[in-house]
């Protein structure tokens, strides 16, 4: 369809694609690569849904947004995800939830044979899907495309990361209740909760920005403290301090945004957030930021002219009221609009 036949003011058709919109991929500016996969969540299970409940609710939206009114026009496509990782996702998905509850009743022997093929597994499908979803963003980045992930739990950026392993050097903002830089976490290698820990291990990544913090380990802590200057952490509890304490979210929005390079990926898990925004999401955690104080946030970091080389949205959890992907779905379109608009 010609962008002269859509009208952005009528009511979403249903064959229609990601936000109503009924342009092809080659006809989009911007690439959404649904990634359903959740192996290694530990708490609660919902994420792989995460693409289905955003794009269900993204139908709804009006696309005059306030910050980027014509985005629309430049196309966003939401891709596919393979059938077969689904089917191996159900199949490991079961090996994975024996391991945690072991693990909670102290049965789990990791030199058992039994357990050591459920780790192993576990891990080769991680890396069959790194290695097929890295080939998937250099694809369509080869193809002039601005590529985003929707996932899934918060694993997957790390083959972003991994693509971008061999490019110019770069920082990332991240969003999140949790630091994530755990090591292999409840002895997953690439746990939901070990993203930045894997992900630091690419050089080309010279600082990570973390924002929203309010729920981690003494682990995390040290590791954060043993790589003072390569990662900065606004602890969510500060930030809560000096907002009471008189600064505006403006003064704290430029501070963060200036302990950032000038080449940015952006990578928000949805509990960042306050959990009245995503209570359905994998492990919510009082406090966190709200909707328009995420925004303004990005607002100043558009405002600032560093490049965005690419973005994720993780851990959305459908419920049965489609808030989280109501939510999830205008913090998406507000990355599109940073990265692109």
Aim: with cysteine; aromatic share 12%; hydrophobic share 40%.
């Amino acid at each position: 369809m010609s962008i002269f036949d859509f009208d952005p003011n009528t009511a979403s058709l249903r064959d229609a694609g990601l936000y109503g919109l009924p342009f092809s991929a080659e006809e989009s500016d911007i690439i959404i690569i649904p990634v359903n996969w959740e192996l290694t969540v530990s708490y609660r299970a919902g994420t792989f849904g995460g693409p289905e409940a955003v794009k269900e609710a993204s139908m709804q939206m009006d696309l005059y947004h306030h910050d980027y009114p014509q985005l629309w026009k430049k196309g966003i496509f939401l891709d596919e995800f393979p059938d077969h990782f689904k089917v191996i996702h159900a199949g490991l998905r079961k090996d994975a939830i024996t391991i945690i509850e072991d693990i909670e009743s102290g049965k789990l022997d990791p030199n058992k044979t039994k357990y050591k093929k459920m780790y192993e597994g576990i891990r080769k499908a991680n890396e069959d899907l790194m290695y097929w979803l890295r080939n998937r963003i250099a694809h369509w980045r080869l193809e002039g495309k601005t590529v985003g992930l929707l996932g899934g739990d918060h694993s997957i950026p790390l083959a972003y990361h991994a693509y971008m392993s061999d490019k110019q050097p770069y920082g990332i903002l991240h969003i999140d209740a949790h630091l994530d830089l755990r090591n292999a976490y409840e002895g997953f290698q690439y746990s939901h909760a070990s993203i930045f820990f894997n992900a630091l291990k690419f050089n080309t990544i010279t600082k990570l920005v973390s924002v929203g913090i309010r729920d981690y380990c003494e682990e995390e802590v040290q590791y954060v403290q043993s790589n003072a200057g390569r990662i900065e952490v606004f602890y969510d509890r500060d930030l809560r301090t000096q907002l009471f304490e008189g600064k505006s979210w403006r003064q704290l929005s430029d501070l963060i945004v200036a302990q950032l390079p000038d080449r940015m990926y952006v990578s928000v898990d949805i509990d960042g957030l306050d959990p009245k925004l995503c209570p359905n999401t994998g492990t919510p955690v009082p406090g966190g930021l709200d909707f328009e104080e995420l925004m303004y946030l990005f607002n100043r970091l558009k405002a600032s002219g560093k490049e965005i080389v690419g973005f994720d949205l993780c851990e959305v959890a459908p419920g049965n009221d489609q808030w989280d992907g109501n939510v999830g779905a205008r913090v998406l379109y507000q990355l599109c609009g940073l990265a692109a608009g």
